[in-house]
């Protein structure tokens, strides 16, 4: 049973950072991706970032390109997002998942959903 436990959310303000950790479990991830999306109230599951298991090859979406890192620790099956210069329009559910063999923005594509963590970027 794969697992995805998703953990770092919280309250900042405007140009502060936050970590965000994903925990996984219930497999082995070579040869998957972990990705990143968030969803704010009303809005579509937007694609944040995703980076492959075993490679490390990574892929951002251009409304964070430059101000967020992802990466993953293989010893401890987690993957991060390293958010910086946020902004009130980063305000959102954050979400990560698998997909098998594809590295892209397709949410469709992605099989497993932790249940999300929520950030929240004051004025």
């Known amino acids: 049973q794969v697992q995805l436990v998703e953990s770092g959310g919280g309250l900042v303000q405007t140009g502060g950072s936050l970590r965000l950790s994903c925990a996984a479990s219930?497999?082995?991830?070579?040869?998957?991706?972990m990705g990143w999306f968030r969803q704010a109230p009303g809005k579509e599951r937007e694609f944040v970032a995703a980076i492959t298991w075993a490679g490390g090859t990574t892929y951002y979406g251009d409304s964070v390109k430059g101000r967020c890192t992802i990466s993953r620790d293989l010893a401890k099956n987690t993957v991060y997002l390293q958010m910086n210069s946020l902004i009130p329009v980063d305000t959102a559910t954050y979400y990560c998942a698998t997909a098998r063999g594809y590295l892209g923005t397709d949410r469709y594509r992605y099989d497993y959903w932790g249940q999300g963590t929520q950030v929240t970027v004051s004025s």
């Open positions: 219930g497999r082995t991830f070579v040869g998957y991706t």
